[in-house]
């Protein structure tokens, strides 16, 4: 096979360091990097969390505080009441983060300002410039009768596109004259030029709070106001002026100036930028670039990354501030290229097309569970043959991209002499999709204007305990005998032919071992929310084999399904399920049972009939009965499968929307079934308590059946946190194994009376 000659566009260590430092500096100068260092910092926080100093108080201007006082803006009276209380009960200082721009009342404004003149202790807002990008602008000062007897200081702040504070200032200019900044004059620090880091690992729900009403009241303990700082402003998403702090989420804009000024308190914060990290890591990569073993090389580049990782968090805590992203950026990008350069040198990727090599498959864990698809191009070394060295790599490429028509994705090794392989699921339909692909190489491939036919065959081994290499070898002989035979393609699979009869026979046994008993019904316990009882349960269709023991649910009922004869097994389980449930309800217990129903069977005209005779012989109700929808798909349109669900519906029946969340479960689809129950699919509520979007899905999902009438089932619930959960969400009924597993009737009957002599205790 012809050996591609080194790339010459293969760049040297110390110029890909180069180019990508030259990149990384320009993505990072235009602050490209900025929202992913404050993530890390953000990060960071978490591990050196601390309490406020406690010296400055707030009162916030809150939810319960509106509803005490009234609705704002309060009559400046209010304020001037705040002023004296917390005048007389020993504040150092009162600030106010509240604007006092515009007249009110001539009588209230009047009373406010003599409050300002008597403490003589107050500081009033001056809005500033705020905003993303701030401009030169009019800066709203309070009126001058407030201002005569205040000092002021300035609340404005730039925020970013998450309206997180970031910077503030030390101040700012008034009419040619330098203000500071609130958070600057709550510290009594200079009014310097520039701006300063707040420190958000200090937790804002340890700063000392007092409530309006009480100040109001005078019930002031002196303790928490004396020789402190009080600061007033609102904290309520009616009022506005709210920013996220980050790590914590969304509060009123005093709580910004209230942490500068906790910051201020502990040091003066010195923000590097990201130019130190980034020049240090660039050093060290160089450094790296120059190590011949990859040992050394990849022990500097990982203490480098390490070091940008950890470092920060030991600086924060010193209220020293680094950026380190475009550092990390240089390091592992370098670091990657060099590192995938070091791994074709070890064997694992193929020199003239970059591509994995046998050698890398059969170091995958992952597809001893997948099947196994070797193609073979018949004709390769005559092909490669005609071209020059430097066009094969072309050549391949265009075997590789018509290997991956219909899976973009897929991971395709090349081996030597024309041989190629990848992984697939193992349950794929792989005779239609290899018949697709050996179409697609009827065509010749080109290469620079060069036709060149292609012959292919291609061999399947579907998955066997034996080692990835002799699987690798049944594949090839397949492709060979393919070849051979004239075929397209072939299996190789001992398992599958050992257990061929079993495969073949499996639905007329399932019918047989209905008759003879040996298929059961289970039942899955579901529990009411509100009550905590069981209150009904899913019955599910179980098969233990005489010889091999239980089998799949999913192997035989989807069998089932696929070859059309699901109508015998439902008949089974309906009878059974009704059966139990009459004898359970006889017994003065409120019980209800669920079945599966295909979407196969809505098409069958005498369902409906067998429904309404089975529920009069038992005795059932039929509201106690609820069929699940399977299959959804097949009900996307109008016709007979709506019409008989309507038919059970006018019967008396629940009809359930079973895996909501998934396939055509839309809103639409809602309004097609007339539904009154739906079933939450147990993807989204397993995963619920830790995913945001899970729990976000299930809490809409209950809201909208809610809305519409329709009670809601989790199914899928395993923990007992998601138990609680589900409960303040408001959701109905929980099915899973931490409410209970599968059992059997007399199980289930021993848990009912168990329940409910509870319930009588």
């Known amino acids: 096979m012809p050996k591609r ?23 990072a100068f235009a602050g490209v990097t900025q929202p992913l260092d404050q993530s890390l910092r ?48 020993g504040a150092k200082q009162i600030f106010f983060d509240v604007a006092f721009e515009t007249k009110s009342r001539p009588t209230d404004d009047r009373m406010l300002a003599d409050a300002i003149k008597r403490s003589g202790k107050v500081t009033l807002a001056v809005r500033g410039l705020w905003g993303p990008n701030p401009l030169t602008q009019q800066m709203p000062e309070p009126q001058p009768m407030f201002a005569r007897n205040a000092r002021l200081a300035s609340i404005g702040v730039v925020y970013n596109f998450q309206n997180a504070v970031w910077q503030l200032e030390y101040g700012t200019t008034l009419r040619g004259q330098r203000l500071p900044s609130f958070a600057a004059a709550i510290v009594g620090a200079p009014v310097a030029q520039g701006e300063f880091t707040p420190d958000y690992s200090i937790d804002p729900g340890t700063i000392p709070t007092l409530d309006v009403a009480n100040v109001l009241a005078g019930r002031i303990n002196p303790r928490a106001v004396a020789g402190k700082t009080v600061v007033i402003g609102t904290n309520s998403e009616l009022l506005g002026d709210q920013y996220y702090i980050p790590g914590v989420g969304k509060m009123g804009g005093v709580y910004v100036q209230v942490l500068g000024a906790e910051t201020l308190k502990s040091g ?36 480098a990354v390490v070091t940008l990782f950890v470092a920060p968090g030991f600086l924060d805590t010193r209220l020293i501030f ?18 995938g350069r070091a791994l074709r040198k070890r064997g694992l990727v193929n020199a003239v097309s970059n591509l994995p090599n046998l050698n890398a498959l059969r170091t995958n864990r992952h597809g001893r569970d997948q099947a196994l698809i070797a193609a073979r191009i018949l004709n390769y070394e005559e092909a490669a043959a ?64 060069q036709p060149l036919d292609l012959s292919i065959a291609f061999g399947v081994e579907v998955g066997s305990s034996r080692s990835l290499s002799n699987r690798l070898a049944s594949a090839l002989v397949a492709a060979e005998e393919a070849a051979r035979d004239g075929l397209k393609w072939k299996y190789h699979d001992p398992d599958t032919l050992h257990d061929a009869s079993w495969k073949l026979s499996m639905l007329s046994q399932l019918d047989a071992a209905i008759d003879k008993g040996e298929v059961w019904v289970a039942y899955q316990p579901k529990l009411d929310l509100k009550t905590r009882r069981i209150i009904g349960a899913e019955a599910l269709a179980r098969w233990t084999h005489p010889d091999k023991g239980p089998i799949a649910a999913s192997e035989f009922v989807s069998a089932a399904e696929q070859s059309d004869r699901i109508a015998k097994l439902t008949d089974f389980v309906l009878e059974k399920a009704v059966a139990a449930a009459s004898a359970i309800n006889k017994r003065g217990t409120h019980f209800e049972v669920a079945v599966n129903l295909s979407a196969r069977l ?9 429904v309404s005779a089975l529920l009069a012989r038992n005795g059932l ?11 959804t798909a097949a009900l996307s349109g109008a016709g007979e499968g709506l019409d008989m669900i309507a038919k059970l519906r006018e019967l008396g029946v629940n009809i359930s929307i079973d895996d909501y969340g998934t396939g055509l479960s839309t809103l639409d689809y809602l309004k097609k079934v007339p539904a009154n129950e739906i079933k939450i ?17 299930v809490q809409s999902t209950i809201g909208l059946a809610h809305s519409l009438g329709r009670q809601v089932v989790a199914e899928g619930v395993e923990h007992r946190e998601t138990l609680e959960l589900l409960t303040e969400m408001e959701c109905d009924i929980a099915q899973g194994y931490v409410v209970g597993r599968p059992m059997s009737l007399e199980s289930l009957a021993k848990r009912i009376g168990a329940s409910r002599k509870r319930g009588v205790a």
């Open 5 to 27: 000659a080194k790339s010459k566009s293969e760049m040297t260590p110390f110029r890909l360091l180069l180019w990508t430092a030259l990149i990384v500096f320009i993505v």
């Open 42 to 89: 953000t990060g960071r926080n978490r591990f050196h969390v601390h309490p406020a100093s406690g010296d400055i108080v707030l009162v916030p201007i809150d939810d319960r505080a509106l509803h005490e006082v009234g609705g704002f803006p309060w009559p400046r009276r209010v304020h001037a009441q705040l002023i004296d209380e917390l005048t007389a009960a």
């Open 268 to 303: 003066t914060p010195v923000d590097l930028g990201w130019l130190p990290a980034f020049l240090i890591a660039c050093a060290v990569t160089a450094a790296s670039t120059l190590q011949k073993r990859s040992i050394a090389r990849n022990g500097l580049c990982a203490a």
């Open 322 to 339: 680094v950026d380190v992203v475009p550092g990390l950026l240089v390091t592992t990008i370098v670091w990657g290229i060099l590192a």
């Open 386 to 449: 005609a071209l020059p060295s430097d066009e094969e790599q072309q050549f391949v490429e265009q075997i590789v991209a018509r290997l991956r028509v219909g899976a973009k994705e897929r991971v395709i090794y090349q081996g030597d002499d024309g041989i190629f392989a990848w992984f697939e699921d193992a349950r794929a339909p792989f005779g239609n999709h290899l018949e697709a692909l050996h179409s697609v190489f009827r065509n010749p491939a080109r290469v620079n204007g």
């Open 602 to 610: 809505l098409t069958d005209k005498g369902f409906v009939l067998r």
């Open 621 to 631: 109700a039929p509201g106690r009965l609820t069929l699940e929808l399977t299959e």
């Open 681 to 697: 699919d147990q993807s989204f509520v397993k995963g619920m308590v830790e995913n945001r979007s899970d729990r976000v899905m």
